[in-house]
């Protein structure tokens, strides 16, 4: 099985902590947060890793190398300065990721679920399945909902936040476009044609949006070391 880091971002509301390295390669209880993603996806059985950068990218393929201290095989899908976008990112790292369905992580995010727990198939009739967590202080109205497994439109009190974890075909990216491209104009397609399943996951999540978010998770994980 494969999987994409995203990990292009330039990491703006992160600054100053980001002007000197990406985002993902900032230290979480001394460790990067890029590396709990690889670590993570080596245990899961995922075998092939596509990263793609574009601030400071070439810290990144210094420190992961070929993958080779995950027991992974690592390809890397260098970008454009200012980067491509979620969607524009995957669209152009396609021909590295194959046929079958592989899974994307925001290189951003932190957390304690185990990934072996993760969805690994789809349905033939379904282009993906989102990772969905309860809606965190920075994000209140939530992004979709979730009824009956399946992802839905934004519903009035209802809605949950998108956890940065799914997994895709390559499908849901038709016709395949290029450039700089979000990722919610698909799955709102994709959603209207009731494509999308979509899981709610407990345990810890921290979408590292913010110097504090990320001081506030350092606090939170040293307690469990």
Same mark, same amino acid.
């Given at each position: 099985?494969?999987?994409?880091?995203?990990?292009?971002?330039?990491?703006?509301?992160?600054?100053?902590? *980001? &002007?000197?390295?990406?985002?993902? +390669?900032?230290?979480?209880?001394?460790?990067?947060? #890029? @590396?709990?993603? /690889?670590?993570?996806?080596?245990?899961?059985?995922?075998?092939?890793?596509?990263?793609?950068?574009?601030?400071?990218?070439?810290?990144?393929?210094?420190?992961?190398?070929?993958?080779?201290?995950?027991?992974?095989?690592?390809?890397?899908?260098?970008?454009?300065?200012?980067?491509?976008?979620?969607?524009?990112?995957?669209?152009?790292?396609?021909?590295?990721?194959?046929?079958?369905?592989?899974?994307?992580?925001?290189?951003?995010?932190? *957390? &304690?679920?185990?990934?072996?727990? +993760?969805?690994?198939?789809?349905?033939?009739?379904? #282009? @993906?399945?989102? /990772?969905?967590?309860?809606?965190?202080?920075?994000?209140?109205?939530?992004?979709?909902?979730?009824?009956?497994?399946?992802?839905?439109?934004?519903?009035?009190?209802?809605?949950?936040?998108?956890?940065?974890?799914?997994?895709?075909?390559?499908?849901?990216?038709?016709?395949?476009?290029?450039?700089?491209?979000?990722?919610?104009?698909?799955?709102?397609?994709?959603?209207?044609?009731?494509?999308?399943?979509?899981?709610?996951?407990?345990?810890?999540?921290?979408?590292?949006?913010?110097?504090?978010?990320?001081?506030?998770?350092?606090?939170?994980?040293?307690?469990?070391?």
């Amino acid at each position: 099985m494969k999987a994409m880091i995203l990990a292009a971002g330039r990491g703006q509301r992160m600054r100053p902590l *980001t &002007d000197n390295q990406p985002k993902p +390669l900032l230290p979480v209880a001394g460790k990067p947060l #890029l @590396a709990f993603h /690889l670590e993570k996806l080596a245990k899961a059985g995922v075998t092939e890793v596509v990263i793609n950068h574009a601030w400071k990218g070439e810290q990144i393929e210094h420190f992961v190398g070929d993958g080779s201290d995950w027991q992974l095989q690592v390809s890397f899908s260098p970008e454009p300065e200012g980067g491509l976008e979620t969607a524009g990112g995957i669209i152009q790292a396609l021909p590295l990721l194959g046929d079958d369905p592989f899974w994307v992580i925001n290189g951003d995010i932190w *957390t &304690d679920w185990d990934y072996s727990e +993760l969805p690994k198939s789809l349905p033939d009739d379904k #282009l @993906a399945h989102l /990772l969905m967590v309860d809606n965190p202080p920075h994000n209140p109205d939530g992004d979709f909902g979730v009824v009956d497994g399946c992802l839905v439109e934004k519903p009035l009190g209802e809605s949950k936040t998108f956890a940065g974890i799914g997994l895709y075909r390559k499908e849901l990216l038709q016709p395949y476009p290029e450039g700089k491209l979000p990722l919610k104009p698909f799955f709102e397609k994709a959603i209207s044609e009731q494509n999308v399943l979509a899981s709610v996951k407990k345990g810890l999540w921290t979408d590292v949006g913010t110097p504090e978010r990320l001081e506030q998770l350092n606090q939170q994980v040293r307690k469990y070391q």
